[in-house]
């Protein structure tokens, strides 16, 4: 039914000896406006709580907005090889190869495995707060935290080497062994300078942690009733956005816009504080620095990796009365992000009202093979040991670890 109300879209069931293994869903909203995307996936799983639990991997990335573009559903035994293989066989087959993919995940070792058989020529990345989990589990405990995340963030999101190199001597003046921990892992899986295909913004997996988060009550459902929640909110999204853009009056989109106005604010302060960006002084040098605009590349790195006009940039552009919004990339204007939601994700209809085929009728489907465990099933995430949670915040006193109830402190 859903190929029949949304032609175009991919639905794939896989059985071994009649008995439910995976099942693969990729909307053809998802897969027109897939085009007019930033060549960067996020890829996660995710438990699920109904009878005969399973996995649900979700792949999906973000518009020039911001906000989250699902792009594939798949429901699975467990994280292993094999699942993993098929998830990413059936992405490569709907939504094909493209140069400079890049695929962020966090460090499962089945997603590597996946990710080096089904897509080669593709970069992978991993998350920089899993990562940064994991170096506070093996050298937090002798070592100054802050100190340790300011670092760490700084040596992943630097734009170039030389600022890389800075914070990685600061990690080493906290641990001298972090940065041999960092480079066995492979400096070019988590620090965007050295990444081989331009993974952007997207230093964490945050947008499918978000993702998980909005279907966390839908995990509970067998897996259709999951299928169609999951096609309903992606129909939301993708109207809810499309609006959005219909709405904006802005060359760029909202956030773009902002982005490049806290820039422009930045090169302000700059100008102010040195004469170098003055027009009498970059008058001789004038034709280099056009030649670098038209090349969109800036020493600091954030033109080429951000592609949208750095703070230097900026100041340049001011002196030399030019429009920077020519310098902007197309994946952040209005019209791409009307085109990239220009695809519907229609309703399925009332279940009486379905026309199925007798061919697809005689279909059975056992359920999967597996011991359904004893005892209650778990509802919450267990936390990780480096995952802290903060207690409540008493609203009498303004103190943490109770509530008004049984506050016996002085009000503040």
């Known amino acids: 039914m859903l190929l029949q109300t949304n032609p175009g879209s991919i639905v794939d069931i896989q059985t071994t000896d009649g008995k ?3 099942v693969f869903m990729a909307l053809d909203a998802s897969i027109k406006g897939w085009k007019y995307c930033r060549p960067v996936i996020v890829v996660d799983a995710t438990f699920l709580k109904s009878t005969y639990r399973g996995m649900l991997l979700t792949a999906s990335t973000q518009d020039g907005n911001g906000k989250i573009f699902p792009l594939a559903f798949a429901v699975v035994d467990s994280e292993n090889h094999a699942s993993w293989e098929y998830f990413f066989a059936k992405l490569l087959e709907t939504f094909g190869r493209r140069a400079g993919l890049c695929i962020v995940s966090d460090r499962h070792d089945s997603i590597s495995e996946a990710v080096k058989n089904i897509f080669p020529e593709a970069s992978h990345g991993i ?3 899993h990562l940064l989990n994991n170096v506070k589990l093996k050298f937090g405990k002798k070592t100054n935290a802050k100190a340790l995340r300011e670092c760490f963030y700084g040596a992943a999101k630097s734009y170039s080497v030389q600022s890389f190199d800075y914070f990685m001597g600061q990690l080493d003046a906290i641990n001298v062994a972090i940065r ?8 070019k899986k988590w620090a965007r300078s050295h990444c081989k295909d331009n993974r952007f913004s997207t230093m964490t997996s945050n947008i499918a942690e978000s993702m998980n988060a909005a279907i966390k009550a839908a995990r509970e459902l067998p897996v259709a009733t999951l299928l169609e929640y999951l096609r309903f909110l992606t129909q939301k999204w993708t109207y809810t956005n499309r609006n959005a853009a219909i709405c904006t009056m802005t060359k760029l989109t909202s956030k773009a816009e902002n982005d490049l106005r806290d820039n422009y604010a930045i090169s302000l302060r700059m100008k102010a504080s ?4 003055n027009v009498h002084d970059v008058q001789d040098g004038e034709k280099t620095f056009i030649v670098k605009l038209r090349e969109k590349n800036c020493t600091c790195g954030r033109f080429q990796i951000d592609e949208m006009p750095c703070p230097h940039t900026l100041a340049i552009l001011s002196s030399l009365h030019l429009d920077p919004y020519q310098y902007c990339s197309k994946f952040f204007t209005k019209e791409n992000l009307l085109v990239m939601y220009d695809g519907v994700v229609y309703p399925m209809p009332s279940q009486n009202n379905w026309d199925i085929p007798t061919e697809i009728e005689r279909i059975e489907i056992l359920p999967p093979i597996g011991k359904i465990p004893a005892g209650r099933p778990k509802k919450r995430r ?5 995952e802290t949670i903060n207690p409540s915040k008493c609203g009498r006193c303004d103190q943490r670890g109770h509530n008004r109830k049984t506050c016996r402190n002085l009000p503040k």
């Open 20 to 22: 439910f293994e995976y």
């Open 382 to 386: 267990i936390n990780g040991p480096a």
């Open 274 to 277: 040195t004469s170098v960006t």
């Open 180 to 187: 041999p921990y960092l480079e066995k892992i492979g400096v």
């Open 127 to 129: 998350c920089a707060y």
